[in-house]
């Protein structure tokens, strides 16, 4: 027998999640208002969608946004997953509170610090910055974020499953690839998509790591917001909430899917 | 048949920090024998399957399969298949496929892998489910695919966790029927471990009861359960009545071989009483009989009518003639 | 266990986080106890290895603890600091009352709705973080739209940008999903029978919930707490953004030493104080982590 929330659970919901959306609704409608200022309504125009696609360093930004966060998610993916595994599994490591720290930590630790302690590290290594700096300084914030899904979700695997593909001949890393793999894709993907979404939003860390020639997307926009009003960030707002809406939609009903039908293996 | 074991075991040890899970085990089995290793949980029967499986390595002696040292061998190259406590199937993978997933590691041909598993679906009669996924199946089925993807590569021994655990009763005994008939069909030498006792005795040619990392005794079954080699092992295997032989030492009676009368039996070692508990059983009844000095004695009667012969609070006789009791020492 | 070792594959992110995570924060260290100067990048001494044991002897003997002495005696530092942590430490506490409701009624609504309100609570994180905050100054400002409505409704204006009202609020806004989702993690996972129990043995619902309901979502709401009190410490967009001159906030404080006043080994006084202090909380959400993940 399930309890509902109750007519007090739904009222707080729906508050709740109007507090979230309204500022937002507000911003997308705006983005399609004629004039300049924020509270006439001028009447309905895509001007300022035409000008989000006439300029030219807005646009250049959003493009390295998108190849620095396909790469840095990448990358951590890739790290998450071996962090995980050696979470998951007690891996034999020297000082091994040392690396759960290492990994944990980043999860919780103020970007200013992470883009800043990273900025120190590339000055003393000689390395010029630019978009490789921002890559490898995105992909170590996220990390942690891939390691604890990817953790959480081997943690729920039967590690008998592993044992019995190399039971049945497959060598550790087969067995990995062919049993374990697949069985947490749905992890690794999640982490994945975490990590990118991270690495386009991010301001803080891409200031400090940022060189010349490399400025993301969030960056341009801050200094954008910094000189005044400008209604064209209004129009790159509703374009990303259109495309989260239909992403959101994706994810919830992949959700729904995999909510039928445990794959844990027992 | 050759004299030589196919599986020994000398003088293993494994620890696990400071407790020693086998304690220097040494043993033998041969080819083509169903063999069960029983005892509690913690015991070290499942660590000594692990063993040979590959999955640990021993911290001293020898495990030999076929006169060779498995030493040093990871487990995905022993000619030894194992089925899990939990079936581990792999929930991405369809039935056949499960099945197919040792044959592939041997990159057979294709023509041939499908024909294999139509041969193990087949044995374990489960053709018609072939494309379904582990979470579209029942317990029973899913231990039938663990079974046909243990045996698809025709190992030469087959490891076998706790194969019935997680099954109810019904299953269960159904199950063991047809475990016993695949392994005779095969002549694949089994190696089961268990801590239930009925799922070992009925299914063993031999088996061994250990503790505490060591085997205390060895044998057949019906060996086992008639001459059981202390109180631990008697126990174990089943109910026992124990009497106290003056001078040291039990006198052990299965509760089968007790004879309950309303008038005096003529036998030496008798005893007046009366009925505690009845628990009807169906095919037969289990008594709980206190006796006059205080000992308390449990008896099993086959039931030749219908309902119980004695009801609670009777006045009977509990008895047993002389060669329904062991000697034991311990 | 020999498993082969396919997590032996650690020491690949074990190696990346000592050189990209530790070491870095060991030259923040080193940065705070060296002088200003002139030039680029504006801070000597720099470590130059070319010179051997030498040139170690030479750092440590130029070491220079006056970024800490400034940190320590001006005020400034320490005031944005404990305003920092004054500020998480109540937009937490707003979190816990606004957030724990949201998360319950999500654990107790209808399974098939469960999806569309979790997509509905994580769709905003996708978004620009940036660009909802500025959606507030839109909001807040004199000319702004709740002064727009509360015009319209004959109401007085408020000046809400700018206060702490509005940090308030941006931080809430900002990290909402992030106390919600744990919360909700924890509660949609408790067993329903406690609650049937509870009542069987006579308790109202508003007692099974705070004898039985609560007590074990404790460890989901510290952890929640925690995920969020130690980022908004040193946050930097809100303040930016909703907050004046007036805000004091240690993020906007070492943004500024950073990247107007050109004072590094002053930032990185200030950044290495903030590290320094918030290893507690983040050893103490590390073993909460391990506790709740290992459920």
């Keep these: 027998m399930r309890r509902g929330p109750g007519v007090l659970g739904w009222a707080v919901l729906a508050l709740g999640l109007a507090f979230l959306y309204l500022p937002m609704a507000l911003v997308v409608i705006y983005s399609f208002n004629a004039g300049r200022l924020v509270t006439v309504w001028s009447g309905f125009s895509l001007r300022w969608y035409g000008e989000l696609f006439r300029d030219e360093a807005l646009l250049a930004s959003v493009l390295i946004s998108f190849e620095v966060a396909l790469l840095a998610a990448s990358l951590a993916t890739l790290l998450g997953v071996c962090a995980g595994l050696g979470l998951a599994r007690r891996a034999r490591l020297p000082a091994r509170g040392l690396f759960t720290s290492a990994v944990y930590a980043p999860l919780v630790t103020p970007d200013i610090l992470l883009g800043f302690s990273l900025l120190l590290l590339f000055i003393s290594l000689g390395l010029p910055r630019g978009f490789a700096t921002i890559v490898i300084a995105h992909a170590t914030a996220s990390i942690g974020y891939v390691a604890v899904v990817v953790r959480a979700r081997l943690m729920q695997v039967d590690p008998a499953l592993e044992e019995a593909a190399q039971d049945l001949g497959a060598s550790p890393l087969k067995a990995f690839l062919t049993v374990v793999l697949p069985v947490i894709a749905p992890a690794v993907i999640a982490g994945w998509l975490l990590a990118f979404s991270l690495s386009l939003d991010d301001l803080v860390i891409a200031s400090f790591t940022a060189g010349p020639g490399a400025t993301t997307l969030p960056m341009r926009l801050y200094s954008q917001v910094r000189l005044g009003v400008n209604p064209e960030v209004n129009a790159v707002f509703s374009l990303m909430m259109l495309a989260v809406t239909l992403a959101a939609a994706a994810y919830a009903i992949i959700l729904r899917q995999s909510a039928r039908g445990p794959r844990t293996g027992a | ?330 | 266990m020999k498993r082969g070792g396919v997590e032996r594959s650690a020491w690949l992110a074990y190696a990346w986080l000592a050189v990209f995570f530790l070491a870095p924060f060991a030259l923040v260290l080193k940065l705070s106890l060296s002088h200003t100067t002139l030039g680029i990048p504006p801070y000597a001494p720099r470590l130059d290895l070319s010179q051997g044991l030498a040139s170690v002897v030479a750092l440590v003997r130029d070491l220079n603890f006056d970024a800490y002495g400034r940190f320590v005696s001006d005020r400034l530092y320490v005031d944005a600091y404990l305003s920092s942590l004054g500020y998480a430490g109540v937009a937490t506490a707003l979190l816990i009352a606004i957030g724990y409701p949201m998360a319950l009624a999500m654990a107790r609504a209808p399974r098939g709705a469960q999806p569309f309100l979790v997509a509905a609570v994580i769709a905003p994180f996708w978004t620009s973080f940036l660009l909802r905050i500025y959606a507030w100054t839109a909001i807040l400002k004199p000319e702004g739209w709740l002064n727009l409505a509360l015009r319209s409704l004959g109401l007085p204006e408020v000046q809400l940008l700018n206060t702490d009202a509005a940090i308030y609020l941006g931080l809430v806004y900002a990290y909402l999903p992030f106390m919600v989702l744990p919360l909700y993690a924890v509660l949609e996972r408790q067993d329903q029978g406690l609650l049937e129990a509870a009542a069987d043995l006579g308790a109202t619902p508003w007692r099974a919930f705070w004898t039985v309901t609560f007590p074990m979502s404790l460890p989901g709401v510290a952890a929640g707490a925690l995920l969020c009190l130690i980022p908004m410490t040193g946050e930097f967009i809100v303040p930016d953004l909703l907050g004046g001159s007036q805000t004091l906030m240690i993020g906007k404080v070492i943004w500024s030493e950073f990247f107007q006043n050109r004072d590094w080994p002053a930032a990185a006084a200030a950044a290495a104080a903030l590290t320094a202090t918030l290893v507690l909380p983040i050893l103490l959400h590390q073993r909460l982590q391990a506790r709740t993940l290992s459920r």
């Excluded at chain 2, 655990?165 to 063991?176: H, I, V």
């Design chain 2, 1 to 330: 048949m050759s004299t030589s074991p196919l599986i020994r075991f000398e003088g293993v040890s494994k620890r696990f920090g400071d407790t020693a899970a086998v304690d220097d085990v040494t043993l033998d089995i041969a080819a083509g024998e169903f063999f069960v290793l029983l005892g509690p949980s913690g015991c070290g029967k499942t660590t000594l399957m692990r063993l040979l499986a590959g999955f640990e390595a021993p911290d001293a002696g020898r495990v030999l399969l076929a006169g060779r040292e498995l030493a040093g061998l990871r487990p995905h190259r022993r000619p030894v298949n194992m089925m899990f406590q939990s079936y581990a199937l792999f929930p991405h993978l369809t039935v056949a496929a499960n099945v197919a997933y040792g044959l592939l590691q041997e990159r057979l041909g294709r023509a041939e892998i499908d024909a294999r598993v139509g041969e193990m679906l087949a044995l374990v009669q489960l053709e018609p489910l072939s494309a379904r996924k582990p979470d579209q199946l029942s317990g029973g089925q899913r231990q039938r695919v663990a079974l046909a993807r243990a045996l698809a590569k025709r190992p030469k021994v087959l490891l076998l966790d706790e194969p019935l655990g997680a099954l109810d009763r019904r299953l269960r005994e159904e199950t063991r029927g047809q475990l016993k008939a695949i392994q005779a069909r095969l002549g694949t030498t089994f190696l089961m471990v268990t801590h239930d006792q009925d799922e070992a005795m009925g299914l063993a040619d031999r088996m061994a009861v250990m503790r505490q990392g060591r085997i205390v005794q060895l044998g057949p079954p019906a060996e086992l359960y008639a001459n059981p080699v202390d109180r631990d092992v008697a126990g174990f295997l089943g109910e026992v009545n124990l009497f106290p032989v003056p001078g040291g030492g039990w006198r052990a009676v299965r509760p089968e071989r007790m004879i309950l009368s309303r008038d005096r039996p003529a036998l030496a070692d008798a005893w007046t009483g009366e009925v505690q508990a009845v628990a009807y059983l169906g095919d037969r009844t289990h008594y709980t009989v206190r006796l006059a000095d205080g000992a308390v004695v449990r008896i099993l009667q086959a039931n030749t009518s219908s309902g119980p012969a004695f009801a609670r609070a009777d006045a009977v006789w509990a008895a047993f003639a002389p060669d329904a009791a062991t000697v034991l020492d311990r």
